[in-house]
């Protein structure tokens, strides 16, 4: 017998079913303060997290394994349910989805740097004096108006932030598993682009061919006047929420990195939020049309990064003013957690377990407040990310029984 | 894509970089005593074990799987990170390692007993009146100077302590899957050499004629006059910690069954430890040119199948009074557990969760001391033997993020 494939062979599809939110506070797990023992989301006032962490099963999440620290894509599929380690997915296709391109099956993707070249090739600036968007746009409208594609292969140039820019290909037979090309360092040329094994030299010969097109178009250009690329990754579509669990499926999120990870869930994108507080007003918008609603918020763990342990506690009462919006939703379930830990401590994202709460008429409540103290021994324990979904769809009444 | 190997893939393989001393306490967890309510390790005065733990994300650890009880061999292996239930190793490969003796690929390695047969050839002692070290190893000695090896076939018999010998095969093509010999009771013929399959009938006859040799070679001696055989097993190298991890490891213990599954693993070997004490001193004496230890006490399991729980009790004092040293040396990371359960009431190995602690700079400390009830909720949950080396790696520093 083939084994059923959990828990997609057991969701129930109810279109206008018991409606699920996931909340994700981005790297929201700390470390304690050295001063106060308490960490970071110990330490902000969230009155509206708390109360619904009474109410809650509460747990321990570890995203992708024991002593792994992942990155954001990976992070966020295991919160989704795919098993990022079974399936790794590209940065060049992450950021691809993230500015909004349609990748169609076969395309391949990488991540470039807008870079400043000397006249021997020779990087000196990775980042190009780390341009502003409208800059990067008028240099890479002048590439889109001047690049020769090869025959029967699109190419296209679409500006993320400031430097980054991604490159799709479109074409028959491309070789994804291409080398990056940043040598990491100033003073050094670019690397060539190599492929991964001898059958993918046709495809690095192509990209190495419109670097070096690009490099001619941008001759003139005193300071972004070449690419470094990296990331390269080909693209495969993911089963779908409305596949997998018969979940019409919405992303609300500012970054556009998160929005790609949705879309690659197939989840709709229905706008792209200015701020914290307008990430909630989209999500009050869309909300009654979809059955599941995956909301994001950067700031914690941007602040994280920096360091600044009072930056994210003002971030984390910030999302803790707006739970009020969210719950008059009145979803059936609402899941608040991270994709990860950024301790401001480590200023990096780390391996740490992230506090989790999963509110519901089901719960079995153990905790006073929201926080990594009161998630440790509670009724969920540890969570490995791949089975939230799992858990949100259960308590939502959303999966069948198992067997008679 | 190939999933990636975790942690093995995302290692930084940074020589002199930060160092990892993991201390197993053998047979460490325990059961409550019924007029305390306590554990062994409870019930011990352990000050500096208890300062540790209050600074350490602690947990509790469950070494090969939920209800398994596991012998040493495969607990030690799960700890270092290989999974041994995917890969048993056999207990000839492990004793042949553990007597010192370098095995090479193929070899095939036994555990013999010297055992008392009958003038019919039944088993009258499975253990020959358990003869002193120097007595077996006379008669080792004249096993090896009487003994005609098969053309192409090396043949070793290496005395490990009383009775048990281990018998070592090397030459082409032998086949390392045959049945033990040891019928389990006296007043019975030993078995004969089987193979599991008929390929291994070549090997079976020639080790069969081996014994028979031994019996012919052993007839005047009036008490140990023939081998028992079991634990047949196939050496295959294991990939080192070297080429897993980047991590130049040594094993200190003072009992041979423990270097050897230390070097299983790939680990030096730089010496023999006569004591506890000395144990530590030996790590003291390597710690500099290594970036992994693993340090091996025996006492506490020697008294928990002696059912003596003071003794026990006893050995974990002296163990914590030898902390502050491990400390001195001023690892990033120091962790500290057992293999497994030895319950003194239970007299056994046991399956019991073993408690846990991870001492470093980035814990999440929730342990006011070290024990069963204070590892159990903490931060870390219930952490799997063969994920022990990712968080101990992760609390080095030692492992990159896992996708961007």
């Known amino acids: ?94 950021s691809a989805l993230g500015v909004g391109f349609e990748l169609a099956p076969g395309d391949v993707a990488a991540r470039l740097n807008l870079a400043t070249f000397a006249e021997d090739g020779t990087v000196m600036d990775r980042r190009a004096g780390r341009p502003s968007d409208e800059e990067a746009r008028r240099v890479v409208d002048r590439i889109n108006d001047g690049i020769e594609a090869p025959d029967g292969v699109e190419v296209h140039f679409i500006p993320e932030k400031e430097h980054r820019v991604v490159l799709v290909l479109r074409g028959e037979g491309l070789f994804p598993e291409l080398e990056d090309t940043d040598p990491q360092r100033t003073g050094l040329p670019a690397h060539p682009v190599r492929p991964a094994s001898e059958e993918g030299r046709g495809t690095a010969e192509m990209v190495q061919g419109l670097l070096e097109q690009v490099r001619y178009i941008l001759s003139d250009e005193p300071v972004a006047n070449g690419f470094l690329a990296r990331g390269f990754a080909g693209y495969e579509p993911y089963p779908s929420y409305l596949d997998r669990y018969g979940l019409r499926a919405a992303g609300c999120a500012r970054y556009p990195m998160y929005r790609g990870v949705a879309r690659l869930a197939g989840m709709a994108i229905p706008g792209v939020p200015s701020s914290t507080e307008d990430t909630v007003t989209l999500v009050e918008r869309i909300a009654a049309e979809h059955d599941f609603v995956f909301v994001h918020f950067k700031d914690t763990d941007s602040y994280g990064h920096d360091g600044d342990f009072d930056g994210k506690v003002a971030a984390i009462e910030e999302v803790d003013a707006l739970v009020p919006r969210l719950t008059a939703l009145d979803p059936a379930v609402l899941v608040v957690t991270g994709d990860h830990s950024t301790p401001t401590l480590y200023r990096e994202h780390s391996w740490h377990h992230v506090p989790l709460l999963i509110a519901s008429t089901w719960g079995r409540p153990s905790a006073k407040s929201f926080g990594e103290t009161d998630c440790r021994g509670g009724d969920l324990g540890v969570v490995r990310g791949k089975d939230l979904m799992s858990l949100a769809l259960a308590h939502a009444a959303r999966l069948d029984k198992y067997g008679a």
């Open 1 to 94: 017998m083939v084994p059923m494939q959990l828990p997609d062979e057991l969701a129930i599809r109810s279109e206008g079913g018991p409606k699920i939110i996931l909340v994700v506070l981005d790297g929201l797990g700390g470390l304690p303060h050295p001063d106060t023992g308490r960490t970071e989301l110990e330490t902000a006032r969230t009155p509206n997290l708390d109360a619904l962490a009474s109410k809650s099963s509460v747990g321990l999440l570890s995203p992708v394994g024991e002593g792994i620290t992942p990155g954001s894509g990976p992070a966020h599929l295991a919160l989704f349910g795919y098993d990022p380690v079974e399936k790794l997915i590209g940065r060049g296709v992450l």
